[in-house]
Nanobody
């Protein structure tokens, strides 16, 4: 069964770090673009970063640029999101998604473009 599974969510103090994982099974991530999205308090699900499954092309939303780093390990069929200098406003549910027709850039921050597969999310808690 093809699916995406996020993990790595936890409670961390402001200024701390977490690494989220997005593991694919039943299909390969190499053929698409993988995006990370989050739903925080009072906001709809927003795109924060994406990476090409074929090369090292990445894109970040301004809200996380310089603090978050997306990477992939094709051998593990997994994409990671390293989150540093976490802030209370980063708290929420984080999701990954994949689609073969999305391109890396502003387009990949649009959740409605990811039609193929979504994970169920992992929770990040950053107390104030």
């Amino acid at each position: 069964q093809a699916r995406l599974v996020e993990s790595g969510g936890d409670s961390v103090r402001p200024g701390g770090s977490l690494r989220l994982s997005c593991a694919a099974s039943g299909f390969t991530l190499e053929n698409g673009v993988i995006g990370w999205f989050r739903r925080t308090v009072g906001k709809d699900r927003e795109g924060i970063s994406c990476i090409s499954g074929r090369d090292d092309t990445t894109f970040y939303a301004d809200s996380v640029k310089g603090r978050f780093t997306i990477s992939r390990d094709n051998a593990e069929n997994t994409v990671y999101l390293q989150m540093d200098d976490l802030k209370p406003e980063d708290a929420g549910f984080y999701y990954c998604a994949v689609d073969s027709w999305v391109t890396v850039g502003v387009q990949c921050l649009d959740r409605y473009r990811f039609l193929e597969r979504w994970g169920h999310g992992t929770q990040v808690i950053v107390p104030t």
